[in-house]
């Protein structure tokens, strides 16, 4: 996005096309050209707490947007490319730490009306990006540090997209 540029609809709807792609191009570690391998190894050990930690904050932030669908079903196609990226950020990461359980966050309470709901969703999403972040930088592994820069790229995009929403023009 160019600074002083506002997102526009064609950015967002591209940028909701082309993520899963980027997505699935993510993996912790390349195939090795030894054998054919495409496994992702696990990230060192300094690592594991720090992708636990994201991988909460993910489930979070899907419950979140999840509760704020059910809630105010008319943000569905809204909302459903972010739920998207959470769940291909989620595969992704959840098979990098063995030991990690995916945790099962209590259900958010989530306002029922539309500008209650997507400011909740914003705020959840700000914090996922902050802990994503955090994660990039914290990575002692430069395949994850490149694979959570994704995350936090797309997690960016989507929460600008939702902050770019007028007040009673949320309906793209």
Not at 36 to 58: C, F, K, R
Not at 81 to 102: I, Q, R, Y
């Amino acid at each position: 996005m160019v600074p002083g540029r506002s997102l526009t609809r064609r950015t967002t709807v591209g940028t909701a096309l082309v993520a899963p792609l980027l997505v699935a191009a993510c993996d912790i570690d390349p195939p090795s050209r030894d054998n054919g391998s495409v496994d992702a190894a696990p990230p060192p050990p300094e690592d594991s707490e720090l992708v636990t930690a994201v991988v909460a904050a993910l489930v979070r932030a899907l419950s979140v947007v999840e509760a704020a669908t059910l809630s105010v079903p008319d943000l569905t196609p809204l909302l459903e490319p972010v739920a998207t990226a959470h769940a291909s950020h989620l595969e992704v990461l959840e098979g990098a730490v063995a030991d990690a359980d995916v945790p099962t966050p209590p259900p958010p309470r989530i306002p029922p009306d539309r500008a209650g709901a997507l400011t909740a969703v914003r705020r959840s999403e700000q914090r996922l990006l902050r802990e994503v972040r955090r994660g990039c930088a914290g990575a002692a592994s430069g395949d994850l540090a490149r694979v959570l820069a994704s995350m936090a790229a797309s997690t960016a995009q989507h929460a600008a997209a939702l902050g770019d929403l007028p007040a009673g023009q949320e309906e793209s």
